[in-house]
């Protein structure tokens, strides 16, 4: 599977963007998706998280209520929608699927299996 992130770029504080991840080379229809970050000189961390049918998500706790991740099974696409945005929330910013699918959300990198190549968002204040 090759994950294609795309839709970073430079925004003001409390603006909005939306993330892209498409997939290729196989279906991720049955496959959990996932949205993580890494600031620079910092680990990477969890952002956001949907379950292979979509039913259930999750989120960091500093995105809750500001960040909607979704999915278009037969697009192959996974979304981020990135609602007032902080500087804070400047990093570059990475997709991911996992090999299986499960109603439970991943929220650990160690549980994923592909990752995209990331794209950078930077939030000025």
């Known amino acids: 599977v090759q994950l294609q992130a795309s839709g970073g770029g430079l925004v003001q504080a409390g603006g909005s963007l939306r993330l ?4 290729s080379g196989r279906t991720v ?7 993580f970050r890494q600031a620079p ?3 990477r961390e969890f952002v956001a998280g949907i379950s292979w049918g ?17 999915r278009d ?14 500087p804070e929330d ?3 910013y990475y997709c991911a699927a996992k090999r299986t699918g499960s109603y439970a959300v991943k929220v650990h990198s ?7 190549q990331g794209t950078l968002v930077t ?3």
Not at 20 to 23: F, G, P
Not at 110 to 116: A, I, L, N, R, V
């Open 20 to 23: 892209d991840c498409a997939a």
């Open 29 to 35: 229809s049955g496959s959990n998706m996932g949205w």
């Open 41 to 43: 000189g910092k680990e």
């Open 54 to 70: 979509g039913g259930s998500t999750s989120y960091g706790d500093s995105v809750k209520g500001r960040f909607t991740i979704s």
């Open 73 to 86: 099974n037969a697009k192959n696409t996974v979304y981020l929608q990135m609602n007032s945005l902080k």
């Open 90 to 92: 400047t990093a570059v």
């Open 110 to 116: 160690y549980e994923y299996d592909y990752w995209g």
């Open 123 to 125: 939030v000025s204040s």
